[in-house]
């Protein structure tokens, strides 16, 4: 029904940027909301942000809020994930997911779901 491709990801210096896109294709909806998550191996994955499509509310975690900031382009079906103040401990595989929710921090409200890109942040 949907599919999700992440990129942008990369090496970045301490205090230093990236940004994510994540492209969705196939039929997708306006009332949808989009989420960024990242996991570490062997770790949970957890919740770094979300946006709804249509209106654009947008939700963070704790951890990157002030840091990140999450934006997106209807027309082009993509969802951004700019990262500024980057540390180590953003190092991770970042995953983008989308599903008929408004917000939700939870990986299992999500069906559908991004293969990931690398962000590694050397210390």
């Known amino acids: 029904q949907v599919q999700l491709v992440e990129s942008g990801g990369g090496l970045a210096q301490v205090g230093g940027s990236l940004r994510l896109s994540c492209s969705a294709s196939?039929?997708?909806?306006?009332?949808?909301?989009m989420a960024w998550f990242r996991q570490v191996s062997g770790k949970e994955r957890a919740f770094v942000a979300g946006?709804?499509?249509?209106?654009?509310?947008?939700d963070y975690g704790d951890s990157v809020k002030g840091r990140f900031t999450i934006s997106r382009d209807n027309a082009k079906n993509t969802v951004y994930l700019q990262m500024n103040s980057l540390q180590p401990e953003d190092t991770a595989v970042y995953y983008c997911?989308?599903?008929?929710?408004?917000?939700?921090?939870?990986?299992?409200?999500?069906?559908?779901w991004g293969q990931g890109t690398q962000v590694t942040v050397s210390s």
């Open positions: 997911a989308t599903d008929s929710v408004r917000f939700s921090r939870r990986p299992a409200s999500y069906a559908y």
């Open positions: 196939g039929r997708t909806y306006s009332t949808w909301s």
């Open positions: 946006i709804r499509w249509d209106d654009a509310n947008t």
